[in-house]
């Protein structure tokens, strides 16, 4: 469960999120829509830390984390999958998930063979460089490295950025089941509506500096394809 | 001497020096990689080494015992230099802690004088080490040799640590994209720490193995502070591979140097790195991703 109660994030002077609040229920996948610097990227960073909020709240499972560094917030089980992958260069494949590996001992848990069951193509390349992958296999780590760490919240940022329509299509099927499948909460960041909606069941429109315009279902928007275009004016 | 053992000789003195130097660079580029800082107490830290090693020897510690402790008394130091004087500024620009590391070198100079006092020392070595062995055609001091043994081992645990732990993993991780490594569940600052102090084991380390060598004086970290930042840059700011490169390479020249033409030796190895910084600005393996 993600709560953000009226949060306010600068980037030094810059006020990038002006009094943002959203939620999304347990198990839940909610997408954020809008265009190009309306702050989606910050909504996801405000809630995992890196860019802390300067006001207002944040609450991950009922639990109020603004002012927690980023590493207790992932302890929590919230998994962040930045848009640009962020694979450790100087790392294996192997290595960039072994970094994130939770270690936990209960049933279930994420671990190197568990990844490479669901992403074959990791373990081939389980020695080669992380950076030394495809786009499409980047992403793949990314979102294994995600799981390493047993999440029970995913925030995902434009998975669609830079990879080719087919490999997006797979990307989002993928981590649509996964979630489903293991009771992960997702909050998705994305331009392209047509990946939001094939991965999200509720969708924030937002705004500049972080307003949000609406708040829709998928079958709103595949009732009506312009609801989209008319509330953010993309 | 025949020019075979001379060979020998010059092969085995810049493998010597080009080690020292070696755990010198690394240690620096391991502390800049992760924390941005260009530690130039780095030297002061080496010859704190010595001294402490010095100390451990006097008092009755065997060679060896002294050679494990004192880098780790060092890296306590450094524990402490993190907390007080580095962590305070972090957020601030590099140039701070590098004052603060220039004038962190005079205190810990002036804090030897006036412990030890001006006089050279000299570490009192095993009976074994005082020696010499046949190398071939050549006759070598054992204590170089056992040096050389002392930086190989070094050497292969810091390779172990580095590619083969948790802990090396993390802050190989952490040297390129380190908000990541956090927002993966890590405590980054605590790998920032532990690399410092790393990097002051690394110093106190090489001031033990050199001290043998250079004996023990109260400025002996001055010209391996400057040799160690001309390894840094010939190698490429930051890039641990570099690093060695340069540190052999420049152990090479400079030996070579002092062997035919000894008041040019220094000079040699500065035209050495301008000729590199020619061709390469960054560096041998720089990427200057660090800038
Ligand atoms: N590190 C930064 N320093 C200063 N300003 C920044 C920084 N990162 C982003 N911004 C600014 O903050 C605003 C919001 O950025 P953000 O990255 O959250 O937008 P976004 O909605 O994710 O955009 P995009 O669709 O391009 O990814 C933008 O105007 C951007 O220029
Ligand atoms: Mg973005």
Redesign the interface.
Known sequence: MIRLENIDTYYGTSHVIQGLSLHVEAGAAVSILGRNGVGKTTTLRSI?G?TPPKAGKVFINGLPVRGW???RI??LGVA?V?AER?I????TVE??L???E?RSDQPGAWTLERVYEYFPVLGERRRSGGTKLSGGEQQMLAIG?ALM?NPSIMLLDEPSQGLSPILVAKVAQIVSELCKEHGITLLLVEQNFRIALAMAGRHYLMGTKSKIQGEVSSAEIIKDQELIKRTLAV | MGWIATTVDIILNSLVLGGIFLIMGVGLNIIYGLNRVMNLAHGALYALGAYFGYTLVAVGANYFLALLLAPIVVGAVGLIIERVLISPMRKRHMIYTLILTYGLMFVIDGLIKLFWGQETRFIQLPEFMQHTVSVGPASYPVFRLVILIGIAAVVTALMLLLGRTRLGINMRAASSIPEMVSACGINVRRVQISAFVLGCILAGTAGMLAGPLFTVFALMGHDILISSFVVVVIGGLGSLRGAVLAALLVGFVQTLAEFFVTEMAMVMVYMLMALVLVFKPLGILGEGKFE
């Not at chain 1, 450790?88 to 790392?91: A, E, G, N, Q, R």
């Open positions: 995992m890196l560094p980023p590493h992932a302890g962040y930045p962020h450790f260069p100087d790392l290595e960039n072994k970094l994130a939770a490295r760490g």
